[in-house]
């Protein structure tokens, strides 16, 4: 022990001496560094005396904080539970939404109220494609074309409205909803833990009974079905796109399983309220009021283009495509053979040449023994 002590203690003083000898070549003993001061998040609550959204991150003047600034404002302001203000703010969207959808009905009232007409011009002229008489299939095309514009219809409003619909509205709104709430969700804000209803009180969690995904996918069947934002996909140009929305439904539910409850109240309330949308247009006083002209009902025996099953329709687009190129080849093909015809040397499709004189031919054995020379 002895011996361990006066180690340390020898320690200790050949450390000090070289402190003491550094002191003395320096003259000063450097100061120490300053300490950083703790770095503490500071959290600010709102009247309620809930965290403010700024504080946790959230909100800003993008889309997305936009979204999360208006839910704020309806949650705190009118003091609403978060399901209730999801909801408000679907009911805003799809308020700002419906002069579009007016459009939409305006322009499927008069295409479906056309359609025999119209379809019966579209089946002439492609028979006359098929049998490769151009002239009719001209004709007919400027007969349909002078036709839609007497009773001003455009087809492709039906496809460039609920387009327009789709990617500058629905398509933006969505995504910054969805971004909006999942960001909500994920923080979280604590008080959407008791701001659901029901069975989904917590909103940052999945439904952990599946229902919520399995209305949002039902919901979206029957808004496609009765075509809600727009005309029913009944034609037979929109037959293919009617069965690939059908699909989607199907193709949506393994990924809404795990998408927080708030995402999902919004996606239902949007397909609620599509579904109340369609049933209120279908009012004739609404009609009406909106210049929506009366749909008729065709029986779909009676059309010239009877409906057809998936299958067959992809058969016969398909047989159609074949004929169409087949037919422009064939017409191709005879165009270079008359090019041909016209600036190459001139086929001989005679067995004489009438330009020239034909020789005697004088009777008798000697002139049979010529014939045959000449032959």
């Keep these: 022990t002895k011996l361990v002590m006066t180690e340390k203690h020898d320690g200790i003083v050949k450390l000090e001496s070289k402190l003491y000898s550094a002191i003395q070549k320096n003259g000063n003993i450097p100061e120490p560094p300053p300490v950083p001061p703790e770095i503490t998040q500071q959290v600010v609550e709102n009247v309620v005396g809930e965290p403010t959204f700024a504080s946790l991150g959230l909100g800003g003047w993008s889309p997305v904080g936009l979204v999360q600034n208006c839910l704020e404002y309806l949650h705190i302001g009118c003091d609403i539970p978060w399901w209730t203000s999801i909801m408000i703010g679907t009911v805003v969207v799809r308020i700002l939404m419906f002069p579009l959808v007016i459009m939409s009905q305006r322009n499927a009232a008069k295409m479906t109220n056309n359609m025999p007409q119209m379809q019966t011009l579209q089946l002439k002229m492609t028979e006359a494609r098929q049998t490769g008489n151009q002239l009719e299939a001209a004709r007919y095309g400027q007969e349909l074309v002078l036709f839609m514009r007497e009773k001003q219809l455009n087809p492709l409003k039906n496809v460039l409205v609920p387009l327009a619909q789709v ?5 933006p709104l969505f995504i910054s909803f969805f971004m909006g709430l999942r960001g909500m969700a994920n923080v979280p804000v604590e008080s959407m833990r008791t701001g659901g209803l029901f069975w989904f009180t917590d909103l940052t969690v999945p439904d ?44 949506i ?10 995402i999902l109240v919004y996606w239902v ?26 749909m008729i009902q065709h029986n779909p025996d009676a059309l010239p283009v009877k409906p057809k099953g998936f299958v067959k329709g992809l058969k016969e ?59």
Excluded: C, H
């Design 253 to 262: 539910l393994p990924f809404t399983i795990n998408f927080p409850g708030a």
């Design 208 to 251: 952990q009974y599946y229902l919520m995904p399995l209305i949002t996918s039902f919901t979206m069947w029957i808004t496609i079905e009765v075509g809600a934002d727009g005309a029913k996909l009944n034609a037979g140009n929109l037959q293919t796109m009617r069965y690939v929305l059908r699909a989607l439904p199907v193709v």
């Design 167 to 171: 990617v500058y509205l629905q398509a």
């Design 317 to 375: 687009s398909w047989t159609n495509m074949k004929i169409t190129k087949e037919m422009e080849e064939r017409q191709r093909f005879d165009e270079i053979q008359f090019e041909r015809a016209g600036k190459g040397p001139v086929q001989k499709t005679y067995k004489y040449d009438p330009t020239q004189p034909r020789k005697t031919v004088s009777v008798g054995k000697e002139g049979i023994i010529a014939k045959k020379r000449d032959r």
């Design 269 to 294: 309330s949007t397909n609620f309220i599509s579904l109340l949308q369609v049933g209120f247009l279908k009012i004739p006083a609404v009609r009406e009021f909106f210049k929506i002209e009366k």
